[in-house]
């Protein structure tokens, strides 16, 4: 590795909220810089929320986080002229990185809703424990435990 680390910089908490988790979220939402945009789609997505559940959204949107979010993933390691899927505990910012990446995705691959209504609808199925995105954490779950015996690889 060259040159040093990047510095992981403060990141604020977002306009409503004042949450930095929600900050995240709507980066992560954002396509080309349009942050505005971001930020109505995610806001929106909280009001379709609180009229379903009449639950507050944060909530709703932590708890589907937790369901969404993996504690073990595979990487791949050649040892000795073979590669092995080794499986590994993830931390605690890959967790959130990639349990917001899931519900995104998982929310675009819906039909026929404008986007707002599907991270709605994905968001409110991942906190009952459904939905593509916890699908995707129980495959990756699945393959992590299938590999279980190549663990001693792990340094």
């Given amino acids: 590795m060259r040159g040093k680390p990047a510095i992981k910089r403060k990141i604020q908490g977002d306009p409503m909220y004042n949450d930095t988790d929600i900050a995240k979220f709507i980066n992560y939402i954002m396509r080309d810089g349009k942050k505005s945009t ?68 998982a929310a675009r691959a819906r039909k026929g809703k404008p986007f707002a209504e599907k991270m709605a609808s994905e968001i409110l199925d991942a906190s009952r424990g459904e939905g593509a995105a916890v699908k995707k954490r129980m495959d990756v779950h699945r393959m992590a435990e299938a590999n279980r015996a190549f663990a001693h690889f792990a340094r």
């Fill in 38 to 105: 971001a930020e109505k789609v995610v806001y929106r997505c909280f009001d379709v929320l609180k009229e379903e559940t009449k639950q507050d959204p944060r909530h709703i949107f932590n708890k589907a986080l937790k369901q969404v979010s993996p504690l073990l993933e595979v990487r791949g390691r050649r040892v000795g002229g073979a590669n092995y899927q080794i499986p590994y505990q993830v931390r605690g910012d890959r967790r959130f990185v990639l349990g917001c990446r899931w519900l995104i995705e």
